[in-house]
């Protein structure tokens, strides 16, 4: 996720500590956001295990993707929670508890980034050591 993408999610952080907005579900329908988002960040996970041998660009994307997904929905489930049974906590330890999450998710987004960034550039230096002075024949049509 790129700097400018987490700004944006710090950005919707600060709204709703600020303006104390949340994702509000009536009735269950809490119950059924909840399990499907520990779904999501359990089965990216689970993926992330089986899948850590493959570096594959695809394969490394899905993975990020998946797994910034289901951190960002724990985050909106975190509000949902507070704003569905948080009456006896209150708002500024809401407002902490978010902005702790909030800062956490986009620092570990962050970091993720970087190093996607770090291992493409340590690909890229091996492929292009591997065939100095050798054409590109994937480019080049031959």
């Known amino acids: 996720m790129s700097p400018t993408g987490c700004a944006y ?22 119950f059924a956001v909840a399990l499907y988002d520990f779904y ?7 993926y992330m295990v089986k899948t850590r041998k493959k570096h594959t660009p ?9 797994f910034a997904a289901s951190m960002v929905s724990m985050l909106t ?19 902490l508890m978010n902005i702790l999450t909030g800062t956490a ?18 690909e ?4 292009d050591s591997g065939r100095s002075g050798q054409r590109d024949t994937y480019f080049s049509g031959r």
């Open 124 to 127: 890229l230096r091996k492929k």
């Open 58 to 66: 695809v394969i490394v994307s899905v993975k990020t993707i998946n």
């Open 77 to 95: 489930l975190q509000t949902a929670m507070f704003a569905s049974f948080g009456g006896e906590t209150g708002a500024e330890f809401q407002a």
């Open 9 to 30: 999610w710090q950005d919707i952080i600060i709204l709703i500590v600020e303006q104390g907005k949340a994702y509000i579900y009536q009735g269950y329908l809490i």
């Open 40 to 46: 999501t960040l359990i089965s990216s996970i689970v």
């Open 105 to 122: 998710v986009c620092l570990i987004l962050i970091i993720w980034g970087a190093m996607m960034v770090i291992r493409a550039q340590r």
